[in-house]
């Protein structure tokens, strides 16, 4: 089926570092989506992303948190400067395709030391 | 409260054994998803389905949209079933809303 792909699968850092994550949406699909998932716990919607622009963002998105898919290639997060309770896994998704389904890519787990 | 309630949180069977997962949701529906999430974290997309009944190999997807309530079936339970099972609202703001989880384990 349809695939995201997540680069890198596992990122360390420094608290105060900045990172970026990286997303490939499936091509023809037009919604973007960041969801966090800290270990063990639930899959909470951080932001959504549609023809260039953020359409909503839950208050999980930080004012550290931007996102941005320039010229149509990565779909990206960036957290500037990271803070330890930023660790978790990061998942991208998008959708658009028929019957509106999101795929999930498969995460990148970010440790923040 | 929780938008979207799953029960139950977990659930242990001998293979070969059946699973019913429910999901019930508080506010309106456009779409429900079930998700499977393997134990490396990784999801997989089992149905898209809004309403009525979908099947699919030994799962059938059940959403009941003047009920609140959305269930998957697994039939003859194997241990490669086990995982969490997840399932997803979407109420009309292009965003999906994930319970917590049911975690699945079946042992042989």
């Known amino acids: 089926g349809p695939k995201v792909l997540q680069i890198p699968s596992h990122q360390i850092i420094d608290m105060g570092q900045m990172v970026t994550l990286n997303c490939d949406p499936v091509?023809?699909?037009?919604?973007f989506y960041w969801y966090k998932q800290i270990l063990g716990q639930q899959m909470e919607f951080l932001v959504n992303f549609y023809n260039g622009k953020v359409m909503e963002k839950s208050k999980l998105f930080k004012d550290q948190f931007s996102v941005e898919r320039p010229d149509g290639s990565y779909f990206t997060l960036k957290i500037q400067p990271t803070a330890l309770e930023d660790s978790a896994v990061y998942f991208c998704?998008?959708?658009?395709?028929?019957?509106?389904?999101?795929?999930f890519g498969a995460g990148t787990r970010l440790s923040v030391l | 409260g929780q938008q979207v309630q799953q029960s139950p949180a977990s659930l242990v069977l001998q293979e070969g054994e059946n699973a019913e997962l429910q999901c019930n949701f508080s506010t309106s529906l456009n779409s429900m998803q079930w998700f499977y999430q393997r134990p490396g974290g990784s999801l997989v997309s089992l149905f898209y389905?809004?309403?009525g009944t979908k099947h699919s190999g030994r799962l059938t997807s059940t959403t009941v949209i003047k009920e609140r309530r959305s269930s998957l079936h697994i039939s003859s339970s194997q241990t490669t079933d086990s995982g969490t099972y997840l399932c997803a609202l979407e109420g009309g703001s292009a965003k999906l809303i994930f319970g917590e989880g049911t975690k699945l384990t079946v042992s042989s």
């Open positions: 389905n809004p309403s």
């Open positions: 998704a998008s959708s658009g395709g028929q019957e509106n389904t999101l795929y």
């Open positions: 091509s023809n699909h037009l919604y």
